[in-house]
Nanobody, 125 residues
Framework: VEVVESGGGSAQAGGSLRLSCSASGNIESLNAMAWYRQATGKQRELVAA???????KYQDSVKGRFTISLDKVLNTLFLQMSSLKPEDTAVYFCAAHEDIRTDYLPREPYEYDYWGQGTQVTVSS
């Protein structure tokens, strides 16, 4: 499985960006995908995750501002980011998890089996 992010860039505070992550390969083995981010000097943190069944989880700081979605026809994960803040500045990574449990939602980075190369998001005040 390969996952490739796109859509990063720069935005003003209060603006919006949409990230995409295209998955290819043995997609049938996947049950969940997620967005993580890592700011300079900080640990990688979960932003949002979604299962193939539609179960979602968000980091508290992005609830109400970010929306994760999965297009199972296109095998593409999206992250719609609105009301952006300077503290959202980070490299955003797409991750995918293999599992036979269709509704299991991994929360720890080590549980994800495949990672993209990351895309930079910069929010200026």
């Amino acid at each position: 499985v390969e996952v490739v992010e796109s859509g990063g860039g720069s935005a003003q505070a209060g603006g919006s960006l949409r990230l995409s992550c295209s998955a290819s390969g043995n997609i049938e083995s996947l049950n969940a995908m997620a967005w993580y981010r890592q700011a300079t000097g900080k640990q990688r943190e979960l932003v949002a995750a979604i299962t193939w069944g539609g179960r979602t989880k968000y980091q508290d700081s992005v609830k109400g501002r970010f929306t994760i979605s999965l297009d199972k026809v296109l095998n593409t994960l999206f992250l719609q980011m609105s009301s952006l803040k300077p503290e959202d500045t980070a490299v955003y990574f797409c991750a995918a998890h293999e599992d036979i449990r269709t509704d299991y939602l991994p929360r720890e980075p080590y549980e994800y089996d495949y990672w993209g190369q990351g895309t930079q998001v910069t929010v200026s005040s």
